[in-house]
């Protein structure tokens, strides 16, 4: 399949921004940073192991994206969640 069967959709970076993650070996220590696609580093640290450090930069983009402004336009606040319970009933 060729790329031009493929529709290109640009989202504004407004309301929905890119993250990248990016892990660097300095020495023993391995950096890893989280910025826009701008190139602002939102979240960065190190770690000694290279496991380690995808750990938390994974897990400090998820902080970021769980934390992102534009989650309460997806969800209605007027919905509030059912305390009834779902399948079956207890015997």
């Not at 983009?61 to 769980?66: C, G, K, P, S, T």
Request: aromatic content about 10%.
């Amino acid at each position: 399949m060729s790329d031009s069967q493929f529709p290109i959709f640009e989202m504004p970076d407004s309301r929905f921004p890119v993250f990248e993650v990016v892990l660097e070996r300095r020495g023993r220590k391995w950096n890893w940073r989280v910025h826009t696609s701008k190139g602002d580093v939102v979240m960065q640290g190190s770690e000694s192991s290279r496991p380690a450090a995808n750990y938390k930069a994974d897990r400090a983009l998820f902080l970021l994206l769980l934390s992102a402004p534009y989650r309460s336009i997806c969800t209605p606040s007027s919905e509030t969640p059912s305390t009834e319970p779902r399948g079956l009933e207890p015997l």
